[in-house]
T-cell receptor, first 115, second 111 residues
């Protein structure tokens, strides 16, 4: 079965640079979530989209922005990168958002290293 | 205090052992409950949803006690491949629907 696709899988950037992470949800999934997992930490929610509109916002820095496109893929744009942004970034997709049937499926993640 | 609390472990058990993990959550608005497993540097993978009546999937049994805000996972006949971090995860149906993760319990099954 098709899974969530994320690209790139690995990314190395310097401080103050920008980065764009991409997420392609499972076909027919209409909701996308972004999570950040620092070393030794549990995943922390950043932002989510439902039907191309932002549905919720978590601990996302103002330097980050995201959107969901007409084909339901999503991009996380990160600017003025800081050393502390080094983490695994996961995208998860789901359908039936807000119901007891909703289950989030995670992509393989993008490992970002800021030097 | 974290919204979802788990014993970090590690739990070191021999193959074939039965092991149980517990989890408590503080937000009574939590409506959906899950166990995910995460291997080192990999994505969380859904192990099973947790229902009020309790549910079983092969060697895995999950229980939910809403009154005590307590979730458990029982693994029978442990396999080497069960070695991973087990994440207790909750979701609210209203407002923020993002998942809230516990810090995970690490399991190491030894030959």
């Amino acid at each position: 079965a098709a899974g969530v696709i994320q690209s790139p899988r690995h990314l190395i950037k310097e401080k103050r640079e920008t980065a764009t992470l991409k997420c392609y949800p499972i076909p027919r999934h209409d909701t996308v979530y972004w999570y950040q997992q620092g070393p030794g930490q549990d995943p922390q929610f950043l932002i989510s989209f439902y039907e191309k509109m932002q549905s919720d916002k978590g601990s996302i820095p103002d330097r980050f922005s995201a959107q969901q496109f007409s084909d339901y893929h999503s991009e996380l744009n990160m600017s003025s990168l800081e050393l502390g942004d080094s983490a695994l970034y996961f995208c998860a997709s789901s359908t039936n958002a807000g119901t007891s049937q909703e289950t989030q499926y995670f992509g393989p993640g993008t490992r970002l290293l800021v030097l | 205090r974290k919204e979802v609390e788990q014993d970090p472990g590690p739990f070191n058990v021999p193959e074939g052992a039965t092991v149980a993990f517990n989890c408590t959550y503080s937000n009574s608005a939590s409506q959906s409950f899950f166990w995910y497993r995460q291997d080192c540097r990999k994505e969380p993978k859904l192990l099973m949803s947790v229902y009020s009546s309790g549910n079983e999937d092969g060697r895995f049994t999950a229980q939910l006690n809403r009154a005590s805000q307590y979730i458990s996972l029982l693994i029978r006949d442990s396999k080497l491949s069960d070695s991973a971090t087990y994440l207790c995860v909750v979701n609210k149906m209203t407002g923020r629907r993002a998942l809230t993760f516990g810090s995970g319990t690490r399991l190491q099954v030894q030959p």
